[in-house]
Nanobody
Framework: QVQLVESGGGSVQAGGSLRLSCAASGYTYSRSYMGWFRQAPGKEREGIAC????????YYADSVKGRVTISRDNVKNTLDLQMNSLKPEDTAMYYC??????????????????WGQGTQVTVSS
């Protein structure tokens, strides 16, 4: 069973940091491109970061560039998102996603075929 499980969300004050993690199982993790997305109430799902299969290429949305870092561990089958200098507008449900059938690092939600259940991040001012 292909599964992604996020953890690490929570509440933090503006300017603080959080580290999200995603545990993958049920497929060959090291061959998949991975992404992090977020969705705030009433807004569309936004891709914020992606990483290639071996971790040597990353891409970020302008909204988070310079404040977040995506990384992966292909031995532990985990994906992380380190978020610094958090802002209230970063408040959203955060999801990890896997692209298991094609290669390519992109931020469109339609590119990914496996999704986690999400973890909530709340940033207060």
């Amino acid at each position: 069973q292909v599964q992604l499980v996020e953890s690490g969300g929570g509440s933090v004050q503006a300017g603080g940091s959080l580290r999200l993690s995603c545990a993958a199982s049920g497929y060959t993790y090291s061959r998949s491109y991975m992404g992090w997305f977020r969705q705030a109430p009433g807004k569309e799902r936004e891709g914020i970061a992606c990483i290639n299969d071996n971790g040597d290429y990353t891409y970020y949305a302008d909204s988070v560039k310079g404040r977040v870092t995506i990384s992966r561990d292909n031995v532990k089958n985990t994906l992380d998102l380190q978020m610094n200098s958090l802002k209230p507008e970063d408040t959203a449900m955060y999801y990890c996603a896997a692209r298991t059938r094609r290669i390519g690092c992109g931020l469109g939600a339609d590119l990914y075929d496996v999704w986690g259940q999400g973890t909530q991040v709340t940033v207060s001012s």
